[in-house]
């Protein structure tokens, strides 16, 4: 028997997808404008398909903007926090999830009030540390601090890691594994969904960061890409080539779109394991 479609389900379906054109349609509008020639932007009624079609917007903005060089210092950034932090994190939630120790929920509880500290309460106390450091102009700034424990991903792994059985931990002490061996060879393989999702979480973060490395950085050999496009609009005395920039943001937005769509399956996974076992 075919199972009839109730209008509760229909009218769900059309919220949902109404939601989903509000997220699709600039990414849309993003494409099309950087399709076009910088007089055909304001054109009413806009102009969804570009014509004609000018690609030269994506050959110019390799020489307009420091582009080439804000993706490099991006990349190694965000591998290093992505790779670093994940490690840091999951141990600590390791520990917090399946360890005793004194005063660990207080420990916990104190970790978690750090959440509620705005991060612009913390730039002027950062901006002295770094400049004693002599940090200033450097990848530091951006790689130091996000590479240690980040208790955003600390509380999230942990909520995983409390679902998981902890009888594997006592299989694994009698086996004769230490506590980093069963982290290690037990745990951490069984929270590929939870690791997947953080790495996907602090690749978005990390690169799509602006203000850090506004802040922190000044030479063009230290910017990064999102500085990169903001620089873009120095470039132009009265009017900002809107293509140009558009070009260098589905440029810029490509890595992130392409991780989301590939790891899709581990983050949705993650989010229901976290949700029902925490």
Known sequence: MKRKTSPKRVAAFLVLLAG???????????????????????????????????????KEVWHAANLLTGIKNSTVITLLVVVLSTLTSSMSAFAFAKLHFPAKNAIFLMLLSTMMVPGVVLLVPDFIIY???KWIDTLLPMIV?????????????????????????????????GYFKAYWRIFLPLCKPA?????????????????TPL??????ARQTVQVAIAMLNSHYEQQTDIPLVMAASLIAVLPVLILFITCQKYFTDSLVMTGLKG
């Not at 999230?156 to 009888?167: D, E, I, K, T």
């Not at 802040?215 to 063009?220: A, C, I, P, R, Y």
Request: hydrophobic residues 50%; contains cysteine.
């Open 20 to 58: 989903a054109c509000t997220m699709v349609l600039p990414f849309l509008w993003m494409l099309s404008t950087s399709l076009k020639q910088a007089n055909l932007v304001y054109t009413i009624p806009p102009q969804w398909i570009p014509n004609p079609f000018d690609w030269a917007n994506y």
């Open 195 to 211: 690791v997947v999702t953080n790495a996907i979480m602090l690749f978005m973060g990390t690169w799509n960061d602006y203000m």
């Open 131 to 133: 400049t004693r450091l």
């Open 215 to 220: 802040l922190f950085t000044h030479s063009e």
């Open 145 to 177: 601090p996000a590479s240690l424990c980040n208790i955003s991903n600390i509380f999230f792994m942990r909520q995983y890691m409390v679902g998981l059985p902890s009888a594997y931990l006592d299989a694994a002490k009698i086996d004769g594994c």
